[in-house]
């Protein structure tokens, strides 16, 4: 028998309860893995709330984790019975103790990194890894603001835009995530509680704005966000954890400079083994080279997925959330 974490119904982090389920075995290219540990991610919350929607009911949520192994199914040659390995993609089913996937979803892992950074990188790096060379080719020079500085994603755009020789600008909520943030490349932390963020951006950058603002916050921040930026200036929204971004009328985006606005899904950037791979080999590098460190806020059981999720949300998280398996 196998043990997942299975959601009968939508709902809060309580939907999220163990259960034993069947044995798996890998069939014509997929792959058999004991995962050891199992990131945890915003899309995770969206998919128990059915804000997205799994193809059936009950479904095992979670898109990456790290483990080894155990079997490869017929006509898989680029694997083998215990090698380390990561993954990240659908379908969603990765809170579980063993899973079986397409074999193309999944990379082998470096010596070097950890099943633990694994877990905690694979989709948050590669996200940084889209957002910043793929979605806008950031460079020196670059002025660019990072909605959620301290969190996951937030810390890894921090490090790589200012190893890009960008200067970041990052909004956080507390002083204390104002240290981390800035621990991590962040050159201008702005406390989005106490004073303006448009107002502080343009004055951080003798009123011209950025080039580029990443906002994975949504409906809070996207008003702001179209307000930091300069003209012809891309915003990029590519999350949504305060709720539903708000509808922008093509107007505003003339009225603001000739401004861009696009909605990336990471998917979209690695729908092929050699995307994939290749957006794998970026991030490897990158944390082979120190300019990446991976920070985990907190590493829960997988019986308490709900509380991992609960911390998720509570905005106090700063860096990546895992589980153990």
């Known amino acids: 028998m196998n043990q997942a974490i299975r959601i009968e119904s939508f709902g809060g982090p309580d939907e999220l309860r163990l259960a034993e389920t069947a044995a798996v075995t890998p069939g014509p290219?997929?792959?058999?893995?004991?995962?050891?540990?199992?990131?945890?991610?915003?899309?995770d919350v969206y998919f128990r709330t059915g804000l997205?929607?799994?193809?059936?009911?009950?479904?095992?949520?979670?898109?990456?984790?790290?483990?080894?192994?155990?079997?490869?199914?017929?006509?898989?040659?680029?694997?083998?019975?215990?090698?380390?390995?990561?993954?990240?993609?659908?379908?969603?089913?990765?809170?579980?103790?063993?899973?079986v996937i397409s074999a193309d979803r999944v990379v082998a892992l470096p010596a070097a990194i950890t099943s633990e950074r694994a877990a905690a990188m694979m989709l948050k790096g590669?996200?940084?890894?889209m957002l910043l060379e793929r979605v806008h080719a950031v460079g020196p020079g670059d002025r660019v603001l990072i909605h959620a500085a301290a969190g996951g994603v937030g810390l890894l755009l921090c490090?790589?835009?200012?190893?890009?020789?960008?200067?970041?600008i990052g909004t956080v909520g507390s002083a204390e995530k104002a240290e981390q943030a800035r621990a991590h490349g962040c050159h201008h932390p702005v406390l989005?509680?106490?004073?303006?963020?448009s107002e502080r951006v343009h004055a951080l950058t003798n009123g011209k704005g950025v080039?580029?603002?990443?906002d994975s916050v949504g409906?809070?921040?996207?008003?702001?966000?179209?307000?930091?930026?300069a003209k012809r200036g891309l915003l990029?929204?590519?999350?949504?954890?305060?709720?539903?971004?708000?509808?922008?009328?093509?107007?505003?985006?003339?009225?603001?400079?000739?401004?861009?606005?696009?909605?990336?899904?990471?998917?979209?950037?690695?729908?092929?083994?050699?995307?994939?791979?290749?957006?794998?080999?970026?991030?490897?590098?990158?944390?082979?080279?120190?300019?990446?460190?991976?920070?985990?806020?907190?590493?829960?059981?997988?019986?308490?997925?709900?509380?991992?999720?609960q911390r998720l949300e509570s905005r106090r998280s700063s860096g990546s959330i895992i589980l153990r398996a």
């Open 52 to 99: 997205y929607r799994p193809a059936q009911m009950p479904f095992t949520p979670g898109l990456e984790a790290a483990g080894e192994v155990l079997a490869v199914g017929d006509g898989v040659d680029t694997l083998t019975p215990g090698q380390r390995v990561a993954y990240v993609g659908g379908p969603p089913g990765a809170y579980a103790r063993e899973r």
């Open 126 to 129: 590669m996200t940084a890894h």
């Open 236 to 309: 990029v929204s590519f999350g949504q954890s305060s709720g539903a971004p708000p509808a922008i009328e093509v107007g505003q985006l003339a009225a603001g400079g000739s401004l861009f606005l696009t909605r990336p899904s990471l998917f979209d950037y690695i729908g092929t083994p050699a995307e994939l791979q290749a957006a794998a080999d970026a991030l490897f590098a990158r944390v082979a080279a120190g300019d990446l460190q991976i920070h985990i806020d907190s590493e829960w059981p997988l019986a308490e997925a709900g509380a991992a999720h």
């Open 29 to 43: 290219g997929e792959v058999h893995i004991r995962q050891t540990h199992i990131g945890v991610n915003y899309i």
């Open 192 to 197: 989005y509680r106490d004073e303006s963020v």
């Open 211 to 214: 080039q580029v603002v990443y």
């Open 159 to 168: 490090q790589w835009a200012h190893h890009l020789g960008a200067t970041v």
């Open 219 to 229: 409906a809070d921040t996207l008003t702001a966000s179209l307000a930091c930026l």
